[in-house]
Nanobody, 126 residues
Framework: QVHLAESGGGSVQVGGSLRLSCAYSGPTDIRYMSLAWFRQSPGKEREGVAAALRDGYTRYEDSVEGRFTISKDNAKKMLDLQMTSLKPEDTGMYYC???????????????????WGQGTQVTVSS
């Protein structure tokens, strides 16, 4: 059974930075897993932020392109999300998700992932 544990959330002012981490454990080597970050705000659907596929491909949601960087460390079994130039609209609960395989064009669709962490809150204030 896959277990994902997020950390690193917090409160930051507009323009600030945060680094989220997700610790992975499970029967499948992380090298053969695709992982992603999603976020959800009250009253909104969960949206894909960034994905790191098992072949090394990365994909970003348009609004975070150039500001966020996703990285998967197979040796440490960690997935990180470096967030810079944060905006109030980046506020939300951030979740780590994993799936053994996913097509790149589906990699930001929440319903395609079958393992989820508990989430970590990010709040950006002006």
């Amino acid at each position: 059974q896959v277990h994902l544990a997020e950390s690193g959330g917090g409160s930051v002012q507009v323009g600030g930075s945060l680094r989220l981490s997700c610790a992975y454990s499970g029967p499948t080597d992380i090298r053969y897993m695709s992982l992603a970050w999603f976020r959800q705000s009250p009253g909104k659907e969960r949206e894909g932020v960034a994905a790191a596929l098992r072949d090394g491909y990365t994909r970003y949601e348009d609004s975070v392109e150039g500001r966020f960087t996703i990285s998967k460390d197979n040796a440490k079994k960690m997935l990180d999300l470096q967030m810079t130039s944060l905006k109030p609209e980046d506020t939300g609960m951030y979740y780590c998700a994993a799936v053994p395989y996913i097509d790149s064009w589906l990699s930001l669709r929440a319903q395609k992932y079958d393992s989820w962490g508990q989430g970590t809150q990010v709040t950006v204030s002006s």
